[in-house]
């Protein structure tokens, strides 16, 4: 993978600056989150009531503001050289020099992370300008990657695909979930992962639930467990569900598996450039439905990831955007049944112009356990 340079945060502020100005705006707001890591490379050491703000200008120089004791950090970056700074003193009013950024009329699309005490201080300045939300007016900002982004999407797969092969030679039985929960940490850390953002371990009838905390259930034979776990890895993320079995399964937990890793397998094969993103979802649902289980699939079938592990595109019924080449996101269909167990496998995929094709490759076969 090449390094990410001062020349790659250019392209992305050219991007964004030609995708707001075809969408109608005159620019992107760009406040502390996923959205100015993206296109400036930075992020407050904290983000507080101070203002830090990146205007990308549809036509003009991107530029950001920051408290001037934090001006050093912004000038450090990657992208410092494709972003003009400016900076505010504290005693200052600082939605004056943020405001002489826009255009008192403009329309501009801004970061759903943005403070409501920020976007009142700038519409009190400027009472003629209009803002929208970017995940409304411009959902697909990030959505589409690169293929170094896209390399950095695999890098990170593979290191989680390398976590749940050492997990396996683990023993399960016996321990927490907290414990397994801990492994999968230390685990994805080995592997090169910066921040870890989840680790689920769900055991027995807590794998039920879809986004269940691990606890202090100890993990007994004949417990199904779901592991999904994930972070960043060189500011790209990963995210990845397999399940196991601590011992021999019933014949019923058998078939629930085999269905849910069908489910997986059709939706994957019916990913394509051009086909909604509704679809995949219900193709994945009508598996699990014609099965008899389709009253216990209860979340989309996936979701975006870049440099957060979970953004557009979402692959949900009621999306009707069609899928573009360099979209990555996961598959992740699931059966929770209340009180007793569930299932899930999930991988990521990018989408390319002759399908789909994942990045995640460990095996989805249903492990023993011990």
């Known amino acids: 993978m090449q390094e990410i340079t001062a020349r790659h945060f250019a392209e992305r502020l050219e991007r964004g600056a030609r995708q707001a100005q075809a969408a109608g705006f005159d620019g992107l707001v760009v ?55 400016a900076d505010w003193a504290d005693g200052d009013d600082e939605y004056v020099p943020a405001a002489g950024l826009l255009r008192p009329d403009g329309r501009y699309a801004i970061s759903d992370a943005t403070w409501a005490m920020h976007l009142l201080g700038l519409q009190e300045k400027l009472p003629s300008a209009r803002f929208a939300a970017i995940s409304n007016a411009l959902p697909l900002l990030r959505a589409v990657k690169t293929e170094d982004e896209v390399d950095r999407l695999a890098a990170a797969g593979a290191a989680a695909d390398a976590t749940f092969e050492d997990v396996l030679r683990l023993p399960f039985a016996g321990r927490t979930e907290l414990q397994l929960a801990a492994e999968l940490d230390r685990l994805l850390r080995e592997h090169g992962h910066s921040q870890v953002d989840f680790t689920i371990v769900a055991a027995g009838p807590n ?9 202090d259930r100890i993990i007994a034979e004949g417990d199904t467990v779901v592991l999904d776990f994930g972070g960043l890895l060189d500011g790209y993320g990963s995210d990845t569900t397999r399940t196991v079995h601590v011992g021999e399964p019933t014949d019923e937990e058998h078939e629930v598996f085999e269905v849910v890793k069908a489910a997986q397998q059709t939706a994957f094969e019916a990913v394509a450039v051009g086909v909604p ?36 595109p979402y692959l949900v019924e009621g999306e009707e955007r069609p899928i573009e080449a360099g979209m990555c996101f996961s598959i992740e269909p699931g059966i929770y049944l209340p009180g007793r167990f569930g299932v899930r496998i999930e991988d990521i995929v990018v989408a390319a112009e002759d399908g789909g094709h994942r990045l995640n490759n460990s095996s989805r076969e249903l492990h023993l356990v011990g």
């Open 31 to 85: 406040a502390p989150g996923p959205d100015l890591a993206y296109f400036a490379d930075y992020l407050p050491v904290a983000t507080t009531e101070r203002i830090t703000l990146l205007v990308i200008p549809a036509d003009g120089e991107p530029t950001m503001l920051v408290p001037a004791l934090e001006r050093g950090g912004a000038a450090e970056t990657r992208a410092a050289g494709a972003i003009r700074l």
């Open 207 to 215: 794998g039920a639930d879809p986004h269940h905390e691990p606890g």
């Open 277 to 312: 993103c509704q679809e995949i979802d219900r193709v994945a649902r009508r598996v699990i439905r014609e099965a008899g289980y389709g009253e216990f699939f209860i979340h989309r079938v996936g979701h975006g990831i870049g440099v957060t592990t979970h953004e557009p």
